[in-house]
């Protein structure tokens, strides 16, 4: 894959330009894949870091890595350190409850449950409710329009309004795999009920991975979820003294119950 070329040495958790994090989460039946992603001006983005948590969603020490993971304060070279604003964690699967128990507990986080819609035409951001047992908040998302948008952006070959960045250090999870999964499907138009349709298929055969694909879209939407001011985030960091540390999101501490073995902290702010 042409990324996997010009994947670039980054001089600290954070390059400069990234204003803002996010990230996305996709639970398997042994396992959460998940992505942090940097956004700056004209949505151009960084790969931060895709990793994957060993551990069967219904344990409560799966769910206090990912949470361990999300506090995790990434630092530029200055010292300056940010948190993920936003998640959107897939509901999709096996774990529905579990995933919506988590989510529901860290709400004031921005950690929000998703669930997938395909087919053309649907935004993004589609829709949103809440679950009748545990009253957690969760999102539509328009998933085949945010992954065109992804493969759109990935084409792009300066860096600009759009570019994604990926680093080289293969710590942060950007291998070969990661690019196979990143361009693990394609839309194809198919006859549907006699109409010519846009429908989304894996290539190389079902068993193909696509993880790094969905979590990209997950942590892209939990973006357009944001109302994000470039210049007023921009203008924010410079402000701020070297060390320091923010989550670009109005989470106030909260003491919380232990739920799921997570002890939610809070971010700063």
Request: glycine share 12%; aromatic share 12%.
């Amino acid at each position: 894959s042409y990324l996997l070329e010009r994947r670039e040495e980054y001089p600290a958790d954070l390059p400069d330009g990234v204003l803002i994090l996010t990230a996305g989460v996709d639970v398997q039946d042994d396992r959460l894949e998940y992505e942090i992603v940097g956004w700056g001006k004209g949505e151009q983005s960084w790969g931060i870091e895709y990793g994957i948590i060993m551990g069967k969603p219904d344990q409560d020490s799966t769910w206090q890595m990912l949470s361990d993971k999300l506090d995790t304060v990434w630092r530029f070279e200055n010292g300056l350190g940010l948190k993920v604003a936003c998640t959107f964690v897939d509901s999709g699967g096996h774990y529905t409850s579990e995933v919506y128990k988590f989510c529901k507990a860290n709400e004031y986080r921005k950690i929000f449950a998703i669930k997938g819609k395909g087919g053309p035409g649907y935004p993004l951001i589609y829709s949103k409710g809440r679950s009748k047992k545990e009253n957690c908040l969760y999102f539509v998302l328009g998933v085949d329009g945010g992954k065109a948008k992804i493969l759109s952006r990935l084409s792009i070959k300066q860096p600009g309004d759009g570019y994604c960045h990926f680093p080289l250090d293969e710590k942060r999870g950007y291998d070969q795999t990661y690019f196979k999964g990143l361009f693990s499907e394609r839309p194809r138009h198919k006859k549907v009920n006699g109409q010519i349709k846009v429908v989304w298929e894996k290539i190389g055969g079902a068993n193909r991975r696509n993880e790094p694909l969905d979590v990209r879209n997950y942590a892209q939407a939990a973006l357009a979820l944001l109302p994000v001011n470039f210049d007023a985030l921009e203008k924010r960091l410079k402000s701020m003294a070297p060390g320091s540390e923010y989550a670009t999101n109005t989470a106030q501490k909260q003491p919380q119950k232990r739920k799921y073995g997570v002890v939610n902290r809070g971010i700063r702010v």
